[in-house]
């Protein structure tokens, strides 16, 4: 089955930098393995998970306002990572960090997402 795992989270100052790397193994079709999408969300206590970037398997992106700018999603498809690097660091941006996958691409909705990792905490003083 579909496994994922993050790290990279931390504390950081209010305008620092932090980079989240997640690793996906399990996908074993042909189709998905050559057409899924990696993203990242992040939930705050109390708070709606929230989906903050999404890259295809072609490299197209997708931001959430609340980080364009600021945060970048990459992806090594030969080591089957994808990264997230975090630049001017607020302290809104204080959560737990999921990385997902997304079997059949994104489409345009975070509800395509379906398998998670563990979370990784950033917290932003």
């Known amino acids: 089955h579909v496994q994922l795992v993050e790290s990279g989270g931390g504390s950081v100052q209010a305008g620092g930098s932090l980079r989240l790397s997640c690793g996906v193994s399990?996908?074993?079709?042909?189709?998905?393995?050559?057409?899924?999408?990696m993203g990242w969300f992040r939930q705050d206590s109390g708070k709606v998970r929230e989906g903050i970037a999404a890259i295809n398997s072609d490299g197209t992106t997708t931001y959430a306002d609340s980080v364009k700018g600021r945060f970048t999603i990459s992806r090594d498809s030969a080591k089957s990572t994808v990264y997230l690097q975090m630049n001017s660091l607020k302290s809104e941006d204080t959560a737990l960090y999921y990385c997902?996958?997304?079997?059949?691409?994104?489409?345009?909705?975070?509800?395509?997402?379906?398998?998670w990792g563990q979370g990784t905490q950033v917290t932003v003083s």
């Open positions: 997902a996958t997304a079997p059949l691409g994104y489409g345009g909705s975070w509800f395509a997402f379906v398998y």
């Open positions: 399990g996908y074993t079709s042909r189709y998905t393995a050559n057409n899924y999408c």
